[in-house]
């Protein structure tokens, strides 16, 4: 039988919703697209387009892996954030939208000139994963010097290809080691460093998603019992790398930041601090600046 492209969405997404895959039809547009390497507008301009063989078996094998719960993003090896594409794989978490929050914070700091030194300041993205953070920051922040540090070398490797393709790789300082390990002992202090650490309290990981639980690196999603141990190093942590009157800003779930808040506090460090709403209107986001303006 010969397929169209109309006539294989149509049939998929119907075969995607008896399977109980979210967003069906998309799922099915997604893959498609990917499988004829086309972008999606185009497989609407090419609806009547007979397949060949081999692009509906390559189809098939695509649409395999999502009945199977992987995510569309390992799929077709893109996410995109901040506006960028970029390569995603299991070796790293997939960006999500709520972490663009960070970015448009630290652009904010940087607008209302509350960063200690603005003319080349200093950002780190702490267990930078694909590098969405960093990469993002090094092309809004042009002045800026970025580091962006992970545990993983795979990783790494990752996040380095991201800044390769978007012509930042130049301006990224990339270092692997555990929590603030690859900057001790050195002469090295930011102005500003932005996390999504991993959060989830590992009593609770078997109630994530299956694409989630299953797919994704649980190092990088773990964070211990309460899932509040990265971000209570990162709190107490950050003061030693910190300039005077530079910034922290952390990703979490919503009902941690009351206890990151109180973190703060009791720590001494910092001279100020908040919370910020993502899009969902939910409190995301702790950013706290550090004593010594």
Same mark, same amino acid.
């Given at each position: 039988?010969?397929?169209?492209?109309?006539?294989?969405?149509?049939?998929?997404?119907?075969?995607?919703?008896?399977?109980?895959?979210?967003?069906?039809?998309?799922?099915?547009?997604?893959?498609?697209?990917?499988?004829?390497?086309?972008?999606?507008?185009?497989?609407?301009?090419?609806?009547?387009?007979?397949?060949?063989?081999?692009?509906?078996?390559?189809?098939?094998?695509?649409?395999?892996?999502?009945?199977?719960?992987?995510?569309?993003?390992?799929?077709?090896?893109? /996410?995109? +954030?901040?506006?960028? $594409?970029? =390569?995603?794989?299991?070796? %790293?978490?997939? #960006?999500?939208?709520?972490?663009?929050? @960070?970015?448009?914070?630290?652009?904010?700091?940087?607008?209302?000139?509350?960063?200690?030194?603005?003319?080349?300041?200093?950002?780190?993205?702490?267990?930078?994963?694909?590098?969405?953070?960093?990469?993002?920051?090094?092309?809004?922040?042009?002045?800026?010097?970025?580091?962006?540090?992970?545990?993983?070398?795979?990783?790494?490797?990752?996040?380095?290809?991201?800044?390769?393709?978007?012509?930042?790789?130049?301006?990224?300082?990339?270092?692997?080691?555990?929590?603030? /390990?690859? +900057?001790?002992?050195? $002469?090295? =202090?930011?102005?500003?460093? %932005?996390?999504? #650490?991993?959060?989830?309290?590992?009593? @609770?990981?078997?109630?994530?998603?299956?694409?989630?639980?299953?797919?994704?690196?649980?190092?990088?999603?773990?964070?211990?019992?309460?899932?509040?141990?990265?971000?209570?190093?990162?709190?107490?942590?950050?003061?030693?790398?910190?300039?005077?009157?530079?910034?922290?800003?952390?990703?979490?779930?919503?009902?941690?930041?009351?206890?990151?808040?109180?973190?703060?506090?009791?720590?001494?460090?910092?001279?100020?601090?908040?919370?910020?709403?993502?899009?969902?209107?939910?409190?995301?986001?702790?950013?706290?600046?550090?004593?010594?303006?």
């Amino acid at each position: 039988m010969s397929w169209t492209i109309h006539e294989l969405l149509k049939v998929t997404t119907d075969y995607l919703t008896q399977k109980g895959i979210e967003s069906p039809r998309l799922s099915a547009e997604i893959l498609l697209a990917h499988q004829l390497n086309l972008n999606r507008v185009k497989l609407y301009l090419d609806f009547e387009k007979p397949l060949g063989e081999e692009e509906v078996a390559g189809f098939r094998n695509l649409v395999r892996r999502r009945l199977r719960r992987e995510p569309l993003q390992y799929i077709t090896g893109h /996410q995109e +954030f901040w506006s960028l $594409d970029f =390569r995603v794989g299991p070796q %790293v978490l997939i #960006p999500r939208p709520e972490t663009e929050v @960070l970015v448009e914070q630290v652009i904010r700091l940087f607008k209302e000139e509350r960063v200690p030194e603005k003319d080349h300041p200093k950002i780190l993205d702490f267990g930078t994963g694909c590098g969405a953070l960093a990469v993002s920051l090094a092309r809004e922040i042009r002045s800026a010097s970025v580091w962006a540090s992970d545990i993983s070398e795979d990783a790494l490797e990752v996040a380095r290809l991201n800044a390769e393709a978007h012509d930042v790789a130049d301006r990224i300082v990339f270092k692997r080691g555990d929590l603030w /390990q690859p +900057f001790r002992g050195k $002469d090295i =202090r930011f102005d500003v460093i %932005v996390s999504n #650490p991993p959060y989830v309290d590992s009593g @609770l990981f078997h109630t994530l998603p299956c694409e989630v639980r299953d797919y994704e690196p649980r190092a990088a999603l773990d964070g211990q019992e309460g899932g509040m141990f990265y971000i209570e190093k990162i709190i107490l942590g950050s003061g030693d790398y910190l300039n005077p009157g530079g910034w922290v800003l952390i990703e979490m779930d919503p009902g941690q930041t009351p206890r990151a808040l109180q973190l703060i506090e009791k720590s001494g460090l910092y001279a100020e601090w908040e919370r910020v709403k993502d899009y969902s209107h939910c409190y995301r986001v702790v950013m706290a600046q550090k004593k010594g303006v």
